[in-house]
């Protein structure tokens, strides 16, 4: 597990925090997601578990990428205003509203990619210190990061990794 980064509200400087945790019981950081979760099974979330929000958490938002995506990063997921009170979030579960993806959808879309190579699904969960009032359902990752600027108190990410059977990429 990558752990966490504590990000103090009036500063620039990050300090590790190892207690705030994402992890999934489907795959360990660094492993391979299982096809369950992928287009190539029912290409629903997995399960994740939340450890040790931190304190003055008002609101939690989760983003999904992939930053070996053929044209550049590539948005599969985006949820905002997630209850800080929340500890697991079900595999086909919605935990709080969504954004729009790069697949055009405000829905979760699992690992897909296009190429022979594994690729890396970066699960971050941001803890924040305000709720999001501004925050509408049309809005995509570029929108919430710069909303959670002067918001954000820690975020916590778990990797998984993906690679399409080389008999299975259209």
């Known amino acids: 597990m990558t752990g966490a980064l504590f990000v103090p509200l009036n500063s620039s400087a990050v300090v590790k925090d190892t207690s705030f945790h994402l992890i999934s ?14 287009c190539r099974g029912a290409d629903i979330n997995p399960p994740l578990l939340i450890e040790n929000v931190p304190e ?4 939690m ?8 995506g053929v044209g550049g990063s590539w948005v599969h997921w985006v949820v905002f205003n997630i209850d800080p009170t929340t ?10 509203a969504e954004a729009l993806n790069d697949f055009g959808n405000f829905y979760y ?23 999001l009032p501004e925050a509408t359902v049309g809005m995509t990752k570029d929108t919430l990061e710069k909303l959670m600027k002067g918001r954000l108190i820690a975020k916590a990410e778990l990797v ?5 059977d080389p008999l299975w990429v259209k």
């Open 25 to 38: 019981s489907a795959f360990k950081d660094g492993e391979t997601i299982p096809d369950r979760y992928t």
């Open 56 to 59: 003055g958490t008002k609101v």
């Open 61 to 68: 938002a989760l983003t999904v990428h992939d930053p070996d």
């Open 87 to 96: 500890t697991e979030i079900l595999a086909g579960k919605i935990p709080g």
């Open 109 to 131: 879309g699992g690992p897909c990619p296009p190429d022979e190579k594994p690729h890396h699904y970066v699960f971050t969960l941001y803890a924040l210190n305000a709720f």
């Open 160 to 164: 998984g990794i993906y690679q399409n």
